[in-house]
């Protein structure tokens, strides 16, 4: 693959070439000493020496307009002009003194870009810095590699045009991860910012619609076909947890997703299928789709033997939860020992569930059978 050439440099930041000028300056000079020395022999007048320097500037002008134009280096010329027409004979010797002393400097001088990097050493980046810079930048993948505390952070700390880059960037790269992003930028201080979240959260509401009857349409022509419908069910699964419903369309679209997974578990998967259109995958979603239902004894009598066969520790995370809201805990205390639910307390995700499953454990470790304290109980995750 070829690579472009760098860009050049302007010429307004490359160094003043040696030469430059030099014959306009001797030019000017010899035709302003000769002005002052027919002036001061008597041949002319000064009127006629006025003129005469009238003329030599408006010929310096067309000369440095005609140079820039071509695009040659015209800072010295653009210098010999203004102090021709300010000092008159000692415009010449000005600007020889000038290209002279730019030259003599320019030898030792460090370029802007090496004087600022010593002077202001560059730290590492972090993760929002660096999504910042590729916002700014224009960079299409800056959603794709950030994450959606870097996507706050912006939106939290940022400036209207770093604000604005985030929402027509989530516009087009959306993922319900990112859910939390569009809800911020829908409640941001500023009204543009609002006006522009609420315009790129209608968009994606389209395109996850239009994209549905798609895959409605593709479902019913396959009749069958596990994969076609679990490409249905997780993507109203994806839709619902957008952010850019309303409570009751939520519910609706949960409930379409639910009725898809099980479609999907009753058909036959094809030999060579991925593992994520196995009966495992398909069960896990449908416990936790049930318990977002608040359809809490289907959701206990699902998870019940998941959570004993699957290695995914979530649906035993899920069971407890299903049996702290039907107040089993007698049943809870012997859940809670799952030595796998420890291990998923410890990931980022699941941080807050480790003081509630410390407090069970002691609970259980002291005999307490009388009242239990009433806990909110961590909400589930959705599986990926």
């Known amino acids: 693959m070829t690579t472009m050439p760098p860009l050049p440099e302007p010429i307004g930041e490359q160094p003043v070439p040696p030469a430059s000028g030099l014959g306009a300056i001797a030019v000017s000079l010899a035709i302003e000493l000769a002005l002052v020395w027919i002036v001061w022999v008597g041949m002319e007048p000064l009127q006629s020496a006025l003129l005469g320097h009238a003329a ?26 203004w102090f021709t027409l300010t000092l008159g004979p000692l415009g010449p010797i000005s600007t020889l003194a000038l290209l002279i002393m730019t030259n003599a400097f320019g030898r030792v001088a460090k370029p802007f870009d090496e004087w600022y990097a010593a002077l202001f050493p560059e730290e590492e980046a972090n993760a929002s810095e660096r999504l910042y810079q590729r916002l700014m930048s224009g960079r299409e993948d800056a959603v794709a590699e950030g994450s959606v505390n870097s996507l706050t952070d912006v939106l939290f700390t940022g400036n209207t045009r770093a604000k604005q880059a985030v929402v027509a960037l989530l516009a087009r790269r959306f993922r319900s991860d990112f859910a939390p992003a569009l809800q911020m930028a829908l409640n941001d201080s500023e009204a543009s910012i609002r006006v522009q979240a609420a315009t790129a959260a209608s968009a994606i509401e389209e395109r996850f619609h239009a994209q549905r009857l798609e895959l409605e ?61 196995g009966n495992e995958s398909i069960d896990i979603a449908i416990g936790r789709l049930l318990l977002r239902l608040d359809r809490i004894e289907e959701a206990a009598t699902h998870l019940a033997s998941l959570s004993q066969t699957s290695p995914d520790p979530r649906p035993a995370l899920w069971h407890v939860e299903c049996l702290y809201r039907l107040r089993r805990f007698d049943e809870l205390r012997k859940r809670i020992e799952d030595p796998r639910l420890a291990e998923l307390a410890l990931t980022d995700s699941y941080g807050n569930v480790n003081p509630v499953l410390n407090l069970w454990q002691i609970s259980s470790l002291s005999n307490l059978l009388g009242d239990v304290p009433e806990l909110d109980a961590p909400d589930p995750v959705v599986a990926t």
């Open 56 to 81: 030599l500037i408006a010929l310096l002008s067309g000369y440095t307009f005609w140079r820039g134009r071509t695009g040659h280096d015209v800072r010295i010329e653009g210098w010999l002009c």
């Open 217 to 277: 349409h593709e479902a019913r022509k396959r009749h069958g076909d596990r994969h076609t419908m679990l490409r249905l069910a997780r993507h109203m699964d994806e839709y619902a947890y957008a952010g850019v419903l309303d409570p009751d369309r939520m519910l609706a679209t949960m409930t379409s997703a639910l009725d898809s997974y099980r479609a999907a578990r009753g058909f036959t998967a094809v030999p060579g299928a991925p593992e994520t259109d």
